[in-house]
């Protein structure tokens, strides 16, 4: 049985500037600060000058609620298992700094998870209807089927199983064995609780074309989405765990 004290906010930031001081802000203006274990910002050394420019404002300030950065060592994705590791907090959210998700959302999260602590509280682009813009046709065709396809797979009622926004127990995350290091990633740490019984509960949120910065992401890895969908579909729940 978990207990919730507090969340640490992880954030990866790679070319991100406003969007990323943005973000910051937003949470520290939206959140109860004795809700807020840390805000944590891990970034690569592809970082741009101006990204690292902002991330080093943002750790200089002296609030009550600790903003830290570290560049990543874990390759590529799997920075997000590298900062649940470093986490403090009872929970963590994982969430983009690109504004492309309503972050708004947050302290919603924070009182299922303080309600449910051993629930995952996820945001989901479908629930209720279309919820994206400025996507194209194709690229919002494939994310619907895809969803469907995994709800049918996995007999789950989820409706977004690939959204990086999410609150879950860090000692749940931290008993897993996350194994890929590309953008399926996500998947996987949705699929792997799934798959251990974890109850999910899916908060609707807008999502918009990223505001600043560019996506590594693209419907080419959709081969390594399905790879792992199959993979831990079948996989027994003891090689789930570390």
Known sequence: MSEFKNVSILIGAVTETESLRKTVDTVLGLCSHDD??????????????ECLAVINELTS?????????????FPFMSFIVEMIEKAKGSHCITIDSDLA????????????????PDTIFS??????????EGYGKIKN???FLSQKFLSVLYSSNLTDFTIPMQIAPT????????????FALLLEMVLKPLRLGTKFIELPTDCHSRKQ??????????????????????????????
């Open 61 to 73: 300030r002296n609030g009550d609620v600790p903003v830290i950065s570290f560049e990543q060592t």
């Open 213 to 242: 910065g560019k996506s590594s992401n693209s419907t080419l890895q959709l081969l390594s989405y399905l790879k792992v969908a199959f993979r831990v579909r079948f996989m027994s729940k003891s090689k789930i765990l570390k």
């Open 171 to 182: 000692e749940l995350y931290r008993s897993i064995r996350f194994e890929v290091t590309n």
């Open 36 to 49: 807020l274990a840390e805000i944590m910002i891990c970034y690569p050394d592809r970082v741009t000058p």
């Open 101 to 116: 998700l309503d972050i708004t959302l947050i302290p919603q999260m924070i009182e299922g998870a303080k309600k449910e």
């Open 123 to 132: 945001a989901s682009r479908w629930l209720g209807g279309n919820k994206f």
């Open 141 to 143: 065709t494939v994310n």
